[in-house]
């Protein structure tokens, strides 16, 4: 498996934005399956944004409009631009990647955001 490292994370106004960060520790992004999920206390990990290849971006209903997912192959970093950040946003944010159809995935440790109303 993959050793994923977030960072970006913190205490934001509602309206603010924050950019995530995702690397992969000791190797290579896959393409072929990256994203973002999120969990709020009592709920269900949901997904937030994902890049697959040769596929559109998807992104939750909720985010659209507001949040970004892009990637650096330079940098070999995984992000999530948030604008308009809004309290349900709340959440612990974790980063997750494939190397195929047949890899369970990767998960990082989650980092969290917290929006202030």
């Known amino acids: 498996q993959v050793q994923l490292v977030e960072s970006g994370g913190g205490l934001v106004q509602a309206g603010g934005s924050l950019r995530l960060s995702c690397v992969p520790s000791?190797?290579?992004?896959?393409?072929?399956?990256m994203g973002w999920y999120r969990q709020a206390p009592g709920k269900q990990r949901e997904l937030v944004a994902s890049i697959k290849r040769g596929e559109r971006m998807n992104y939750a209903d909720s985010v659209k409009g507001r949040f970004t997912i892009s990637r650096d192959n330079a940098k070999n970093t995984l992000y999530l631009q948030m604008n308009s950040l809004k309290p349900e946003d709340t959440a612990v944010y974790y980063c997750h990647t494939r190397a195929g159809p047949w890899d369970i995935g990767s998960w990082g440790q989650g980092t969290q955001v917290t929006v202030s109303s």
């Open positions: 000791g190797s290579i992004f896959s393409d072929y399956s």
